[in-house]
């Protein structure tokens, strides 16, 4: 019997997960978890996305199946992430005036 195990996805604001896939290559730097890498990537505009295992990346496609369990979070574009100046940088805090 062969069973394929399915990465559970943390949620990431700003970021879509998906289960079993990995961006090969196009690496930045490991940021040793999905936590810093989420909050790493949110600030630079030339990551386009992370890996569960820490990788950020500077391309999010193609995404290929992994044997491993990993999430790949896709950066959504134009969506307001974690830091509110990037958020007004982006235009995305229409609050203030």
């Known amino acids: ?17 998906t289960p079993g896939v990995d961006h090969f290559g196009d690496d930045i730097r490991n940021n040793g ?7 790493e990537c949110s600030n630079l505009p030339n990551c386009k996305g992370f890996n569960s295992n820490g990788w950020i990346k500077t391309a999010a496609a193609p995404l290929a199946p992994e044997s491993s ?3 790949f979070y896709t950066k959504i574009p134009g969506s307001c992430h974690s830091s509110l100046k990037m958020c007004e940088t982006m235009g995305a805090n229409h609050g203030q005036n």
């Open 33 to 39: 978890s999905a936590w810093n890498a989420a909050t």
């Open 1 to 17: 019997m062969h069973v394929h195990l399915i990465a559970a996805c943390l949620a990431f604001t700003g970021y879509i997960a």
């Open 69 to 71: 369990p990993v999430c």
